[in-house]
């Protein structure tokens, strides 16, 4: 079979760049995924972007940025899937290369909320749900994923601060991130006291906005350059998985369908148990959305994912790490370009090259973005070739 090689990886400081534009962000991923992959030059260019018509008042980023990096002449698409927008773009990538009819294909994540600031944002993220029967009652996803953190404490009798695990570990590991958005480890007691954001959701139990981008070039294994010296790292499984937009037209809506299947799938394509997977880089947006998707995946037991974070389970040392480059949380999420980020993350596991945060001898880990409370959920195994 076709080894699909990621050669190179690239990404900006995520934060609020009040003064950078859009296109800036994005090349500046693109120059540094360029420069790792020995020189590489994609023949195809596909943007994860959530919000930037929206945000930036600008659609068409697929020509915008080929044109400013230089690319012109090469296919260039706009992949929009909300918050899996990025994870959607980095398997339309693997497979244009897989199909053999793309040699090299660049994948760059970008969003810049900064944009605009206030009820705009709230306003922007909201169409990321049912318009008709959500966001026109009010409904943002911060409420919404409040609403369903609502729920789960109520269904599993979960303690208010139940879910302070996650926020715990993401910061922990985003102490070591130098591209993290917060790199301060937090207390319990931080956790206990932060402001509530929708009751019971407070600051720490959701992933701050930023701006940021990151690429990705794939290629088939025969094609690197005879220059090439980074350890191998290849995309093994890929798959992504849809349901209903609205989450009230679900028979569970405390399940994440998608996640399993998707998951599922793509463990399916290369043969791999959970047992065989050496971390999990999952989409905490929201810390409910963490725990449902250590649920869905098997990671545990419906009802039991948020004693995985409130253990240790999923800590650098733990039996599945997860967020271990500080995740959503501590890096900030960057909206469309959060997919990207996680396969630049994983990469850098793989390669061995993650120091203080590297997970010892890691060979599998699993990426998993969503968009909207899973509404689409991609995946894809990455694995260090020996």
């Known amino acids: 079979m076709t080894d699909i090689i990621i050669a190179g990886i690239g990404q ?11 296109r800036d962000l994005a090349f500046a991923a693109i120059q540094e995924a360029v420069k790792d992959s020995g020189g590489l030059k994609p023949q195809s260019l596909f943007v994860g972007n959530m ?68 009820a705009g944002v709230d306003a922007a993220l909201a169409t990321t749900g049912d318009a008709d029967f959500e966001s026109v009652q009010g409904m943002t ?10 729920r789960y404490m109520h269904e599993y009798d979960v303690p208010a601060d139940g879910f302070a695990g996650f926020a715990l570990t993401a910061h922990a590991n985003g102490v070591a991130n130098k591209n993290a958005m917060f790199r301060k480890a937090i207390k319990p007691e931080t956790y206990a006291k932060a402001e509530m954001v929708s009751d019971p959701l407070n600051m720490f139990d959701m992933a701050p ?6 690429a990705v070039l794939l290629t088939r294994r025969d094609l690197l350059p005879a220059n090439f010296k980074n350890p191998l790292v290849k ?44 971390f999990f880089e999952y989409h905490d947006a929201f810390s409910i959305f963490a725990t449902l998707q250590l649920e869905a995946v098997g990671f545990a037991i419906k009802g039991s994912g948020w004693k995985l974070a409130a253990d240790g389970s999923i800590g650098l040392k733990g039996k599945i790490p997860c967020a271990t480059m500080g995740g959503m949380k501590a890096r900030g999420f960057a909206g469309g370009a959060s997919g990207v980020y996680q396969a630049v993350e994983a990469t850098i596991q793989l390669r061995g090259q993650a120091e203080a945060n590297q997970i010892k001898e890691a060979r599998f880990g699993l990426i998993q973005s969503l968009g909207g409370p899973a509404s689409t959920a991609v995946s894809h195994i990455l694995q260090r070739l020996e």
């Open 209 to 214: 906005n930023a701006d940021g981008a990151a």
């Open 51 to 118: 919000l930037a018509p929206n945000l930036s008042n600008q659609a068409h980023l697929g020509v915008l940025i080929a044109d400013y990096a230089g690319l012109l002449g090469i296919e260039a698409v706009t992949i929009e899937a909300a918050g899996a927008s990025g994870g959607a773009a980095v398997r339309q990538g693997y497979l244009a290369v897989k199909s053999g009819l793309v040699d090299v294909a660049l994948v760059v994540g970008v969003e810049k909320f900064t944009d605009k600031v206030g």
């Open 12 to 22: 900006t400081e995520v934060g609020e760049h009040w003064d950078i534009g859009l």
């Open 235 to 278: 995309i093994a499984g890929s798959a992504a998985s849809s349901d209903t937009l609205a989450l009230h037209d679900r028979k569970d809506m405390l399940f994440f369908d998608t996640a399993q299947i998707s998951a599922g799938k793509a463990m399916k394509q290369v043969g791999l148990t959970l047992d065989g997977i050496d």
């Open 141 to 150: 996803p911060a409420a919404q994923a409040a609403l369903l953190m609502k």
